[in-house]
């Protein structure tokens, strides 16, 4: 049987080129890049060298990197920095669509004082930059808006809203984990002073990623204990991962623009064969969206019965909906969306990688077109 992993936005493989890199500083050079003696300054090298790759990646200056666990902590470390670094209280502005990686951090300043707008979208999940102008206030401390999302696909436009940010002399964070890699993404065009980015969904390991700082942005830490990433973040360098993580964004470099292109096609190609099995429709941004993402809901289905006949068939996607305590709940992005829970219960995410082929993408059509058909006679 064929099998056809569509779930890129999940997770990618480790690129071998990215796993060779990596393996020496799991042996010999294996020192901890705190220590004076040539084992520590070898593995110090090996993470300034790829800061240097991560930063050039994003247009930044290397001491504007700051290494972490993921982009999970990079969106932690941007709210709840910029609250710790703020005088008492203040008010934040994101989205309703945003990952629960910036979500949650909000809701929990929320319960400790702080207050948070978090801004409607329209139907293809586009934040509107009139809107974010409109809910400034004196005391507005972040702006967060992510570049693009992760289950629609559709890309903000951040540049305007950084512009907005930057008139009114607010930090302005943007979640990029989904774009750095696989669109262009510079922090200058942007106007963004925070931004948060993975290796493992541009394949790289996992478990580790970084938040780019403006140079000046007030941030405090949320790890202490360590003067690591220049007092940012404590905790001893996970080194084969940074270096991982590098080497990731070197390749992502070469491959971007015609990899884009090429997801691009593929997506477009893609979306028309879905749609023409019927009662099938678009969620996101026709065009202003991840070249890789293509997220749709079927009319009378259920999302869970799909992915299961999809996976029997050798066929990897995902849900746009939760499944909790039995009860389908739609996910907090389709609601933004305004699908009605019906539609939204049938949603299914396809991502594509730097493997996917059109033979898969076929393969796929025609599989859904048999689990249709078997669920409508019913
Ligand atoms: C995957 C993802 C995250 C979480 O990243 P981790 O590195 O897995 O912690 C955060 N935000 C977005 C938009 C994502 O897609």
């Known amino acids: 049987?064929?099998?056809?992993?569509?779930?890129?936005?999940?997770?990618?493989?480790?690129?071998?080129?990215?796993?060779?890199?990596?393996?020496?500083?799991?042996?010999?050079?294996?020192?901890?890049?705190?220590?004076i003696h040539a084992w520590g300054q070898e593995a110090r090298g090996a993470i300034d060298h790829a800061r240097e790759i991560v930063a050039a990646t994003i247009g930044a200056t290397p001491s504007e990197i700051v290494f972490t666990s993921g982009a999970t902590e990079a969106d932690n470390l941007a709210i709840l920095g910029t609250a710790?670094?703020?005088?008492?209280?203040?008010?934040?502005?994101?989205?309703?669509?945003?990952?629960?990686?910036?979500?949650?951090?909000?809701?929990?300043?929320?319960s400790r004082g702080f207050e948070v707008t978090y801004l409607p979208v329209d139907r293809y999940g586009l934040v509107d930059p009139d809107e974010v102008r409109r809910a400034i206030r004196p005391d507005t401390i972040l702006i967060s808006v992510m570049h693009a999302n992760n289950e629609i696909g559709t890309i903000e436009p951040i540049e305007e809203i950084g512009a907005i940010?930057?008139?009114?002399?607010?930090?302005?964070?943007?979640?990029?984990?989904?774009?750095?890699?696989?669109?262009?993404?510079?922090?200058?065009?942007?106007?963004?002073?925070?931004?948060?980015m993975s290796a493992?969904?541009?394949?790289?390991?996992?478990?580790?990623?970084?938040?780019y700082v403006r140079q000046g942005t007030p941030i405090a830490p949320i790890l202490r204990g360590g003067s690591q990433e220049r007092n940012r973040r404590a905790g001893t360098e996970n080194v084969p991962a940074i270096v991982g993580f590098g080497k990731a964004m070197e390749i992502a470099q070469e491959v971007m623009a015609e990899e884009a292109a090429t997801l691009t096609r593929l997506r477009d190609r893609f979306i028309t064969a879905l749609l023409s099995l019927g009662e099938v429709t678009l969620n996101g941004h026709p065009t202003c969206r991840?070249?890789?993402n293509v997220n749709v809901s079927f009319k009378g289905m259920d999302s869970e019965s799909i992915l299961l006949a999809l996976d029997l068939r050798g066929v990897a996607a995902s849900s746009g909906s939760a499944c909790t305590s039995g009860t389908l709940e739609p996910s907090h992005v389709l609601e933004a969306i305004g699908l009605p829970p019906e539609i939204a219960a049938g949603t299914v995410r396809f991502s594509m990688g730097r493997a996917t082929?059109?033979?898969?993408?076929?393969?796929v059509v025609e599989a859904l077109s048999e689990i249709l058909e078997l669920a409508r006679v019913r």
Do not use: W
């Open 357 to 363: 082929t059109e033979e898969d993408l076929d393969y």
């Open 200 to 211: 493992h969904k541009r394949y790289g390991p996992k478990g580790v990623g970084a938040l």
């Open 1 to 35: 049987m064929r099998r056809v992993y569509l779930d890129h936005a999940a997770t990618t493989p480790v690129d071998p080129r990215v796993l060779e890199a990596m393996l020496p500083y799991f042996r010999e050079r294996f020192g901890n890049a705190g220590s």
């Open 165 to 196: 940010a930057r008139e009114h002399g607010i930090p302005f964070h943007t979640d990029a984990t989904q774009t750095v890699g696989i669109l262009p993404v510079h922090v200058d065009a942007l106007k963004v002073d925070l931004l948060s």
């Open 84 to 110: 710790l670094a703020s005088e008492g209280k203040g008010h934040i502005i994101t989205t309703r669509i945003e990952h629960h990686a910036v979500l949650e951090p909000c809701r929990f300043l929320e």
């Open 290 to 292: 991840l070249p890789n």
